[in-house]
């Protein structure tokens, strides 16, 4: 068997990441229309939610320049389509797709917003004031009862 050089593996995965950037999946950044939004308890809650979960949960993103480079570009169009799809405030009253009263229980168990997005967005990192207020004000504006009391 022949040995496979350091250089010959560098070229070959230079010409696979060349080769990849021609897969046209991840880079249609045009976002859809605002179709309508929730009735907000009050604008605070509202600038907490665009601050920290707007670029994948409204039709509002702001696509970083690495979101154009692939296979980035693949793994942040996943994550943008799958989060509109569960929740997307730009497109409030679609049938059973928006899963409003689930938002402040994913931002009290700490799942929202994800840890690789805060890492590439520090303005989403919210401190434990602004998060305790955006879960207040999440759940007067989707409804205490459906996402629970506790904090």
Do not use: F, Q
């Given at each position: 068997m022949k040995q496979w050089s350091v250089s010959k593996v560098m070229i070959l995965v230079l010409v696979a990441g060349v080769l990849i950037q021609f897969v046209?999946?991840?880079?249609?950044h045009l976002n859809p229309p605002v179709t309508g939004e929730p009735p907000w308890d009050r604008t605070r809650?509202?600038?907490l939610f665009f601050q920290a979960c707007?670029?994948?949960?409204?039709n509002e993103t702001v696509w970083p320049?690495?979101?154009?480079?692939?296979?980035?570009?693949w793994l942040v169009q996943h994550d943008v389509d799958e989060a509109r799809s569960e929740f997307n405030v730009s497109e409030w009253g679609r049938t059973g797709k928006n899963k409003?009263?689930?938002?402040?229980?994913?931002?009290?168990?700490?799942?929202?917003p994800p840890f690789q997005y805060v890492l590439?967005?520090?303005?989403?990192r919210l401190t434990d004031m602004e998060k305790a207020e955006l879960i207040k004000g999440l759940m007067n504006t989707f409804g205490?009862?459906?996402?629970?009391?506790?904090?």
């Open positions: 046209p999946y991840g880079r249609n809650t509202r600038e707007k670029d994948c949960h409204s320049w690495y979101s154009s480079i692939a296979p980035v570009s409003g009263k689930d938002a402040a229980e994913e931002l009290k168990e700490g799942e929202m590439a967005h520090p303005r989403a205490e009862e459906e996402v629970g009391t506790g904090y």
